[in-house]
């Protein structure tokens, strides 16, 4: 069973960084293309990034300011996130898909699906 578990939200100010991480257990990461999201109150949820196999890419208000990446073990998958603006704000989550080899943006070729991480960025 497929599990994914977001931590290291919280509130910070505008400017500083804050990396989130995702504990997966049931998967190996090679064989998943893994994304993260985020929704803001009132609004759909929003492409992030996507990282398979050893590479990544962000949506474009991300680009240069965040990257994802794993550790030696390949059980945590990060997000790390620099000059944080208060249009950062929303919850984060963790996402996969088995065995997909291309990058996607959309929140419905993503099955699995983590509980999220609220980021609060202030001004």
């Known amino acids: 069973q497929v599990q994914l578990d977001e931590s290291g939200g919280g509130v910070v100010q505008a400017g500083a960084s804050l990396r989130l991480s995702c504990a997966a257990s049931?998967?190996?990461?090679?064989?998943?293309?893994m994304g993260w999201f985020r929704q803001a109150p009132g609004k759909e949820r929003e492409f992030v990034g996507s990282?398979?196999?050893?590479?990544?890419v962000y949506g474009d208000s991300m680009k240069g300011r965040f990257s994802i990446y794993t550790d030696n073990t390949k059980t945590t998958l990060y997000l790390h996130m620099n000059s944080l603006k208060p249009e950062d704000t929303g919850v984060y989550y963790c996402?996969?898909?088995?065995?997909?080899?291309?990058?996607?943006?959309?929140?419905?070729?993503?099955?699995?699906w983590g509980q999220g991480t609220q980021v609060t960025v202030s001004s």
């Open positions: 996402a996969g898909q088995f065995g997909r080899r291309y990058y996607s943006d959309q929140v419905r070729e993503y099955e699995h």
């Open positions: 049931g998967l190996t990461f090679n064989n998943y293309a």
């Open positions: 990282w398979i196999g050893g590479s990544s």
